[in-house]
């Protein structure tokens, strides 16, 4: 992808995606970078739908291309990737982003998640790691390089220590059925969906959707909010 294909406002869904193709867009303030994961995941077969330079051109470009999966830096000019994400997922809690950053500094980390981020992978990862992380992105797993998993973990851990706005014991709230509240459990040890599918005996589809459901009923809007609620009722030790 060359710097005049960025400038170009990006294409539809319609324009050359095939069925089940990953829909990807690329955020950087970096051309150089920004072209070169662009090329590196078309390479691999996914369908990059558009890239952007700051964080205004990408809330714009997203809305209009509505992506699967956003590959985001978090420095970015006019508007810091963050407030991005948060702006993003706030008006579409279906859109995975993957952050793509240099720093690896646990504020960020936790500030990335916080504001609806699936992952969290280091700029140092290799094209054969970042392709995989956008396809894990894509059907719903938390990504992180290695070490920042258990980061994001304890943090859960501490936030269920605190009173959570929206999530009060209220006799009337929906009931999970026992196979959406055995899912959560294991959301909340902090397994990916593959390998809750592994020990479950079932597809990575339906992890997908008992996850989809238990957001719906508990009226949860991303996995930093389930993973809580889960915690805080002590399902994590289960």
Known sequence: MNEQQQGQEPATAGDGATAGTIRVMVVDDHPMWRDAVARDLAEAGLDVVATAGDGEQAVRRAQAVAPDVLVLDLNLPLKPGVQVCKELVGANPALRVLVLSASGEHADVLEAVKSGATGYLLKSASTEELIDAVRRTAVGDAVFTPGLAGLVLGEYRRLATEPAAGTPDDPKAP????????????????????????????SHRTVQNHVQNTLGKLQLHNRVELVRYAIERGLDDA
């Open 175 to 202: 009931r999970l059925t026992d196979r959406e509240t055995e899912v959560l459990r294991l959301v909340a040890k902090g397994l990916s969906y593959k390998q809750i599918a592994e020990r479950l005996v079932i």
